[in-house]
């Protein structure tokens, strides 16, 4: 009996198997001359340098010092690194040979010009929200890029996970096409800013929690998540910042890596900043729109009424540690930290980022805290005109411990950090391994 039951058992499996197969097939669209670069207008070319710059195109697709668009840049997911490709019109390593049909497809759907199927690291899940407009002006501007001829490192994705046909398996549990809609009861600029958030930029990616197969928990949009050992804090309400992320606030964030009331990027959100929302061809209207978006999402307007109030505790509290000698954790902190992170008042400066505002002491973990101590914020990873040096070399574990202790309890009325000092240890050691 129960060997019946294991046939039966294997056969079934074998017939889903053989169906997902199946099912997972997509035909070839055939290959073309490389577009001549005049064929595109001048006007779709530029919108497409806009869209691929506010939707940070070159930074999973730029390998670090490497051609632009070349591809080669190491994406780390659960299930091992995945290399961006090469989207530069190269014939051979590139999309040089991609129609716009093609083209079209692995935005909309995830397959690529051969048929296979691409891994949602590409995040066609949001792409397939974008305009037809949208997306030939961005084949436009990439058609029209120098060819660079550059083949992307293997993936590392094990079998059987690597089999690109088991992708058709994800799409049909999670993946649903469809072009963005509108929200009537929301202003032009929201929906405006919606659009830019969810279709070009994909700010879920890094800020929704994941399920254990990797896909969006879309019950839960936008409330932080941990990628690349940092936390991509909530964009809702539910954001720990002492101050609510304003219109005003997020703009000039957005627009130049930094904000008196909130302090600089660091991490994965530099390239998005840095390397992206802040160049010129990005017009100011569309980040003011991804700040009215997401202003509105942390319901910002409703605690307005109390940042004087945060602002002018927090600067109260800007000078601890200064002649506290008798007080160790307080010495560590004047000894390594104050003389850049004081500020008078009555506002904070943007370059001296003021601790009793930051996320980073007021989030339910160290994390972030512990990585910008150990790594620093070299002058090409911050905000244009800011760096901190790296401690890793200079503090133990057991310092470092301190300080995120000292800080959470001076600094904040959150309750205590637990096991800070393993916490520290497991991050220099990731850290240590990942160079």
Not at 11 to 26: D, E, I, K, P, Q
Not at 29 to 57: D, M, T
Not at 343 to 367: M, Q
Request: with cysteine; glycine share 8%; charged share 20%.
């Amino acid at each position: 009996m129960i060997r019946r039951i294991s046939n039966a058992f294997l056969v079934a499996a074998c017939c889903v198997l053989v169906g997902l197969l199946l099912l997972a097939r997509r035909p070839a669209i055939a290959p073309i001359g490389r577009p001549v670069p005049e064929s595109f207008s001048a006007g779709s070319v530029a919108q497409g340098e806009a869209l691929a710059a506010a939707g940070h195109c070159a930074a999973c697709h730029t390998r670090t010092g490497g051609p632009a668009f070349a591809g080669g840049f190491p994406i780390n997911t659960p299930f091992g690194i995945i290399y961006g490709t090469n989207i530069t019109p190269d014939p051979k390593t590139g999309i040089g040979l991609w129609s716009f049909e093609a083209f079209e497809r692995a935005m909309r759907e995830g397959v690529s010009r051969d048929g296979s199927h691409l891994f949602p690291a590409f995040p066609y899940y949001a792409f397939t929200k974008l305009s037809d407009q949208d997306v030939k002006a961005l084949y436009a501007y990439l058609m029209t890029q120098p060819a660079v001829s550059a083949t992307a490192p293997a993936n590392t994705v094990p079998f059987p996970l690597k089999i690109r046909a088991f992708q058709e398996g994800w799409k049909l549990i999670f993946f649903r096409g469809g072009r963005h809609g509108t929200d009537p009861s929301k202003s032009n600029e929201w929906n405006r800013g919606a659009y830019l958030a969810e279709a070009v930029a994909d700010c879920a990616g890094c800020h929704t929690p994941r399920n254990f197969l990797g896909a969006e928990e879309t019950h839960n949009p936008y409330a932080g998540y941990e990628i690349d050992g940092w936390i991509a804090p909530a964009l809702t309400a539910a954001n720990p910042s002492p101050i609510p992320w304003t219109e005003d606030e997020l703009f000039q964030y957005l627009r130049t890596g930094a904000s008196p009331l909130h302090g600089a990027t660091a991490a994965t959100m530099t390239e998005v900043i840095r390397d992206s929302l802040t160049l010129p061809i990005v017009p100011d209207s569309d980040v003011r729109d991804i700040a009215v978006y997401f202003a509105d999402m942390d319901r910002a307007s409703a605690r307005e009424a109390g940042i004087a109030a945060t602002t002018t505790e927090a600067i109260a509290t800007s000078s601890l540690g200064s002649g506290q000698e008798d007080d160790s954790d307080a010495d560590l902190y004047a000894s390594a930290c104050i003389s850049c992170h004081y500020n008078a008042g009555p506002v904070p400066l943007a370059a001296r980022p003021e601790l009793s505002l930051n996320s980073a002491l007021t989030l339910p973990e160290p994390t972030n805290f512990i990585q910008a101590v150990l790594k620093g914020v070299g002058d090409t990873q911050g905000a244009p005109g800011l760096v901190m040096p790296e401690y890793a070399s200079s503090l133990s574990d057991g310092e470092v411990a301190r300080l995120a202790a000292y800080l959470r309890r001076t600094r904040t009325k959150s309750p205590p950090w637990t096991g800070l000092e393993n916490k520290v240890a497991a991050i220099r050691k990731a850290s240590v391994k990942s160079r």
